[in-house]
Every structure is written in structure tokens, then in C-alpha cells.
T-cell receptor, first 113, second 111 residues
């Protein structure tokens, strides 16, 4: 079946612009995660949803970052007033209920100029 | 200091060699230990996971967890050029919720 998809794959934003990154999880997966991966580093947790409920947003670096999953399926990560330090790959993962197995999408590479 | 430490390498081995990849951690609450493989410009792909201490084998891959030492390993037997990738360890305290990742070890297997 189809895996996790993310769009856009690449995004260039000028500093100060707002961006929206989309994640389509595997159908039926209850859990959805957002991670940020800087060059040469491992993924860093941002936030986690179980269905439409955002259960953990402890990793969001500032109030410029906002995520939603209104119908318990597609999720959007929004970054307001982008800064250069926001440049990274943003990874989305989904997971069936009751398992640690996370299935990752290809990521969105964000470059802030 | 990071919760999960992983030697970044790079590690270069000849085809057919046995590869050993390792991570240490500081959070004793971690119960689930995962290994992911990440090819360039792709998302991580789960290879295998282990619950608590012990060994787990899957084909050419063996994962070991020693909770008393807070040390985990992934062994790759008969390494192939297609194994060339970055290997990430990850850990979680429960079977739901976030994973904490190491920074990855870059492996190159030369034909």
C-alpha cells in the first residue's frame, strides 16, 4: 500500500514568510509524529498526535510552530515568520496503535534565505 | 549532554565484513530500542526493534540491548554495498509517543 507522503518535498522561504508543510499518513494509522532533522544530526521530536488529539507538543521550539490534525488523518505543520535556524528537513511519521514502529515519509527540506 | 550518544563515524568496511554499530544512553526509562536505516535524501526506515534487554535476530541483522550498561548494538553480517547508509538508533519509554534518536553512524561498504 501507499506509504507516508509529504508535500512539498522542497520549500524555499524568505526570512519572515509563513510556510505550511503537509503530511498524509498511512491509512488507518492512529499516531502521527513530526520531527525536525538538521544536517548531520538525528531527527528531533516536535509533536505527536493520537487521532486528532495533540498529546505532546513539548518539542516545538517556539510559538512560531503550530501543528494540527483536525480530522485525525492529514496533518499540517505551520511555521510563522520563518528564521534561518528553521532550515532543516521536516519528517512526518505515522504508526499503528500500540506499537513503536514508526513509518517515515521522505521529508520536506525547508531552506530559509 | 544528549540522552542518546552515537559515534558518527564515518565507518568504511569491505564487502562481507561484520559491522558493529553502537549507542549509549542515559535515560533509564527507555524500554524500547530501535534501529533505523536512512539513505541520502530519504526518510528513516525501521530495521528492527527490541523490548527491554536481550538479543533479536532478523536475517543478517542482530540487535543487542544491555540495559545494565545502557548500551545497545546492531551487528550486520556479510555486509553488502547496498547496506551503505546512515544508521540511527532510537529509544522510547513506551510503545506509543515520541522516540529519541541518536545522530547516526554513516556506513560505507566497499565492493
Amino acid at each position: 500500500g501507499a506509504g507516508v507522503s509529504q508535500s512539498p518535498r522542497y520549500k524555499v522561504a524568505k526570512r519572515g514568510q509563513d510556510v505550511a508543510l503537509r503530511c498524509d499518513p498511512i491509512s488507518g494509522h492512529v499516531s502521527l509524529f513530526w520531527y525536525q532533522q538538521a544536517l548531520g544530526q538525528g531527527p528531533e521530536f516536535l509533536t505527536y498526535f493520537q487521532n486528532e488529539a495533540q498529546l505532546d507538543k513539548s518539542g516545538l521550539p517556539s510559538d512560531r510552530f503550530f501543528a494540527e490534525r483536525p480530522e485525525g488523518s492529514v496533518s499540517t505543520l505551520k511555521i510563522q515568520r520563518t528564521q534561518q535556524e528553521d532550515s532543516a528537513v521536516y519528517l512526518c511519521a505515522s504508526s499503528p496503535e500500540g506499537t513503536v514502529e514508526q513509518y517515515f515519509g521522505p521529508g520536506t527540506r525547508l531552506t530559509v534565505t | 549532554q544528549k540522552e542518546v550518544e552515537q559515534d558518527p563515524g564515518p565507518l568504511s568496511v569491505p564487502e562481507g565484513a561484520i559491522v558493529s554499530l553502537n549507542c549509549t544512553y542515559s535515560n533509564s526509562a527507555f524500554q524500547y530500542f530501535m534501529w533505523y536505516r536512512q539513505y541520502s535524501r530519504k526518510g528513516p526506515e525501521l530495521l528492527m526493534y527490541t523490548y527491554s534487554s536481550g538479543n533479536k535476530e532478523d536475517g543478517r541483522f542482530t540487535a543487542q540491548v544491555d540495559k545494565s550498561s545502557k548500551y545497545i548494538s546492531l551487528f550486520i553480517r556479510d555486509s553488502q554495498p547496498s547496506d551503505s547508509a546512515t544508521y540511527l538508533c532510537a529509544m522510547s519509554g513506551t510503545n506509543a509517543g515520541k522516540s529519541t534518536f541518536g545522530d547516526g553512524t554513516t556506513l560505507t561498504v566497499k565492493p
